[in-house]
């Protein structure tokens, strides 16, 4: 096959309003690793949530970026994030996936270390030479940690700016992600850990998709919604509630509806009123009106997302072109009733999940796309242009997607600095 | 001594039990067939009023549906929709369906109530589906009862995978 060079993956024709993405950018081995270098480990990425490590002295493991970390509180209960490898020959220093401990063991030659990283114990250190600096060989902190509110992110890039910058306009929704209970979020118990045989950027692009849900999701809306004694009429109705796609800049995008009914607002509407209530008290009518009363799908660049109707915090790394491994968690207020806390995983579950009555569509949608994608010499192109003409693209349209790609785009071809992201419509009905 | 003192001193009963373990066998491979088979009509009446079906998540399989996120927790009324779904013409991820073949054995009863027995079994769920085989290992561990025909039926189905992750399962989209 032709070699398509990076710079011709996307075609981006903001006067004429085409947006096509070519398909190997689904499906190449050397993308993946370009994106490796140049998005996955330039970025800010997600890797816990603070309540995960809640005492001082706990711990957990998972992967984060592609590498093994330990996420640890540590005995003052500041936390922190080490690389999971032995400093002396690589092992990995903590193999289980959560615990709590005063001291973390590499069993191959027994050195330990606590949990703030400092090396503790090296059996029969005599052996060394003065050259040997103990102070240096405690686990490595990955480049850079910050916690943003108790959401803890990453990055292995050690110059990379601040990430409340990084955030950027995407920050002020993501705090509406925290917000929504009155109080505290934490993670509850109990991860959904699947895979997808599909492209990470398939998963990018469902995430944030309200072209698909009517047409994928329709056992959700026309059956289950009916089922459990519901009018689906706000959802799939001739005046549906439709919402709007946004472009939130450095790659970060969005889509924003009014809120409608879910089992969530028909089961617990006292409690969520009350809610709402103390929202008021607490931010004003305003801000309060703006984190109750919309539902959003947020897409922090590159591979994090936050869905406000379920609450949930999903993110997902590609192992190989056509495969990725995906972690979604729900984020609940802390101090819920347990009658709450209920109705809210039994809103989660009924959408959300490898077993729920929806994400398994997405699941098979996907991996559909990327069996599609051994067409791809015949059939190049992918078309991401809907909405692009208008100055408010809906969210049945796809700027937020657009946003993605002119990131990733800029990305992939080393250009570091700032990306517009944007349609500019404005530009283009200004000159007509 | 009365029966019923008998009982209060021996709460192991070794007689007049909701069931022996020859008809938990049969009825957990006679259920098996019928989901092997999609008859799913037919399956979910083995599911009482009350019943649950549940799969907790894999990190916490021993955790309790109320307090902990599970994979799938569905009552009744979710089950019947999940039947009705899974019969329907749009649910995507079971379209085609997937050819399953459940192997369950090691069946154990571990506790007898008056009205109800727990059980246990082992099973081996085995699907394909676009060219691809997964299988799902793990334990049941369900509460039976007796229906108004004197039938076994299901107050609690939990399937307790042993699998680490969904990897590359990716979905759990039949009764497991």
Known sequence: MEKVEPRDFI?????NGTFRVNRRAFADPEILETERREIFDRTWLYAAHVSEINTPGSFLTRKVGGRP????????????VFLNSCPHRGNLVCLEKSGSARALTCFYHAWSFDLSGK???????????????REEMGLRPVPRMENYRGMIFVSYDPDIVNLESYLGDAREYLDYMI??????????????????????KLLVENS?????ALSTHQRYFRQYLPDIGMDPAAWVGANRTMGRGVNLGGGHAMVESPQRPTPLTGSAKAELDAIRARLVEKHGPDRAHRIADYTRNLFIFPNLILISLWHTVRTFYPLRPDYMEIDAWALFPKNDSQQLRQKRMDNFLSFLGPGGFATPDDVSGLEGCQRGFATMRELPWSDISRG??????????ELQMRAFWRRWNALIQGKRGPTDCADRPERRLAAE | MATQDLARVAPARSFDPVATRGEVEEFLVNEAALLDEWKLEEWLALVAEDGRYLVP?????????????FLISDDRRNLGSRVKQLLGRATWAEFPRSRTRRLVTNARI???ADDWVKVTANFAVWRFQHDATDCYVGRYIHLLVRGPGGELMFRERRAVLDLETLRPHGKLSFIL
């Open chain 1, 119 to 133: 090396l503790l114990g090296v059996p029969d250190a005599e052996a060394y030479t003065p050259a040997f600096k």
């Open chain 2, 110 to 112: 571990l506790e007898q």
């Open chain 1, 179 to 200: 917000d929504f209970g009155g109080e505290e979020v934490e993670i509850v118990q109990g991860a959904q850990a699947y895979s997808m045989k599909a492209n990470w």
């Open chain 1, 11 to 15: 075609v981006d024709d903001r006067e």
């Open chain 1, 69 to 80: 970390v330990i996420v640890t509180s540590d005995a003052l209960g500041k936390p922190h």
């Open chain 2, 57 to 69: 998540s894999l990190d916490s399989p021993e955790s309790d549906h109320r307090a902990a996120l």
């Open chain 1, 208 to 212: 944030m998709d309200g072209y698909h």
């Open chain 1, 388 to 397: 692009m003409g208008r100055e408010e693209p809906s969210s049945q349209d």
